[in-house]
């Protein structure tokens, strides 16, 4: 895991309001709900009494409280109450760890790192914010999230794995792609052409003009796009359960459609399509060994691989800071 950084972890959506929900993300068992006022809090899910599940709990104001014999929890980690006890103040000892939590986007964020007053901005494409409408679906994937996020960042793949959709024409031969980028966001500009049996690969430094070409953007540690146009985006959040699994959530981003009904019309048709050529994608990257993806691996690359190269080198480096 990469520290430091801010994780997508979860639909704002699934949190509701007096309903505290139990996550794995990152590895850890946690609970999150929100305060009276709406507000994120999050906490490890064990309590620290006798392990019970604090995600099975009641929200007391902005508390949460064990549903074993009623610790109750701020959003800390720190026990403040413990019933059994009466009014006796509760010992410092009696807590468990806590995450900084944001929610902005419609997304809840998670610092995984170093608990510090003042913390990064969240890493968003933040033209999403600017008159789009969404619609979207989620679902987990039996895989370490490099593996997923590495799908999408795959060129190569498009006329084999999207043979009838996305990857028709048969564009097989892989120019470039030119591979940019500003801080932690990797752009990629993709130029697949047919082969004509006589050609190579261009370079990425030999192509021109790339910025005129279509673009994918990856946002580290876990959020990508594809820009279809100025107005249509897909979103992703690949959001680490533990080693082996990922939660996908794959959002439609549109703005050229705003009235109300039909713009929700497509907005979740879109996720039909998307739902599609998504399982064209996990047929392929379920089978791939081994589960996790790293810098140095038994892989033979090609030039076409260059942003998954590109990915793999950014997160050994930020691994290392
Ligand atoms: S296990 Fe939580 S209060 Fe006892
Ligand atoms: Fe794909």
């Given at each position: 895991?990469?520290k430091?950084?801010?994780?997508?972890?979860?639909?704002?959506?699934?949190?509701?309001?007096?309903?505290?929900?139990?996550?794995?993300?990152?590895?850890?068992?946690?609970?999150?709900?929100?305060?009276?006022?709406?507000?994120?809090?999050?906490?490890?899910?064990?309590?620290?009494?006798?392990?019970?599940?604090l995600?099975?709990?009641?929200?007391?104001?902005?508390?949460?409280?064990?549903?074993?014999?009623?610790?109750?929890?701020?959003?800390?980690?720190?026990?403040?109450?413990?019933?059994?006890?009466?009014?006796?103040?509760?010992?410092?000892?009696?807590?468990?760890?806590?995450?900084?939590?944001?929610?902005?986007?419609?997304?809840?964020?998670?610092?995984?790192?170093?608990?510090?007053?003042?913390?990064?901005?969240?890493?968003?494409?933040?033209?999403?914010?600017?008159?789009?409408?969404?619609?979207?679906?989620?679902?987990?994937?039996?895989?370490?999230?490099?593996?997923?996020?590495?799908?999408?960042?795959?060129?190569?793949?498009?006329?084999?794995?999207?043979?009838?959709?996305?990857?028709?024409?048969?564009?097989?031969?892989?120019?470039?792609p030119?591979?940019?980028?500003?801080?932690?966001?990797?752009?990629?500009?993709?130029?697949?052409?047919?082969?004509?049996?006589?050609?190579?690969?261009?370079?990425?430094?030999?192509?021109?003009?790339y910025?005129?070409?279509?673009?994918?953007?990856?946002?580290?540690?876990?959020?990508?796009?594809?820009?279809?146009?100025?107005?249509?985006?897909?979103?992703?959040?690949?959001?680490?359960?533990?080693?082996?699994?990922?939660?996908?959530?794959?959002?439609?981003?549109?703005?050229?459609?705003?009235?109300?009904?039909?713009?929700?019309?497509?907005?979740?048709?879109?996720?039909?399509?998307?739902?599609?050529?998504?399982?064209?994608?996990?047929?392929?990257?379920?089978?791939q060994?081994?589960?996790?993806?790293?810098?140095?691996?038994?892989?033979?690359?090609?030039?076409?691989d260059?942003?998954?190269?590109?990915?793999?080198?950014?997160?050994?480096?930020?691994?290392?800071?």
């Amino acid at each position: 895991m990469i520290k430091d950084q801010w994780y997508a972890v979860l639909d704002s959506k699934q949190l509701k309001l007096k309903k505290p929900i139990g996550v794995t993300r990152l590895g850890e068992k946690l609970v999150l709900w929100r305060s009276e006022d709406g507000k994120v809090n999050c906490i490890f899910d064990k309590c620290c009494h006798r392990g019970a599940a604090l995600s099975l709990g009641k929200i007391i104001h902005d508390k949460i409280e064990c549903p074993f014999h009623g610790f109750q929890y701020d959003s800390t980690g720190k026990v403040t109450f413990i019933p059994a006890n009466g009014n006796n103040v509760v010992p410092e000892r009696f807590k468990v760890n806590y995450f900084r939590v944001e929610e902005k986007y419609d997304i809840i964020w998670l610092w995984y790192g170093e608990d510090k007053e003042v913390l990064p901005q969240i890493p968003f494409f933040k033209e999403l914010n600017e008159g789009f409408s969404y619609g979207g679906f989620s679902e987990v994937w039996p895989v370490h999230y490099t593996r997923a996020i590495e799908n999408q960042l795959d060129v190569v793949h498009l006329p084999f794995v999207h043979s009838n959709s996305i990857g028709k024409g048969n564009k097989t031969l892989v120019n470039g792609p030119v591979v940019k980028w500003k801080d932690n966001l990797m752009t990629f500009y993709v130029n697949n052409t047919v082969d004509d049996g006589k050609s190579k690969p261009l370079k990425p430094e030999e192509i021109k003009n790339y910025e005129k070409l279509f673009s994918l953007q990856f946002q580290m540690p876990n959020t990508w796009q594809n820009i279809i146009s100025k107005d249509v985006r897909i979103f992703a959040i690949f959001a680490p359960i533990d080693d082996n699994n990922t939660q996908i959530y794959i959002r439609f981003y549109q703005r050229f459609m705003k009235v109300p009904v039909l713009k929700d019309f497509i907005n979740n048709m879109s996720s039909i399509l998307n739902k599609y050529i998504l399982h064209q994608d996990r047929r392929v990257v379920l089978t791939q060994i081994p589960n996790k993806s790293q810098l140095k691996m038994d892989e033979k690359l090609i030039q076409g691989d260059l942003p998954i190269i590109e990915y793999r080198k950014k997160r050994e480096e930020l691994k290392k800071i």
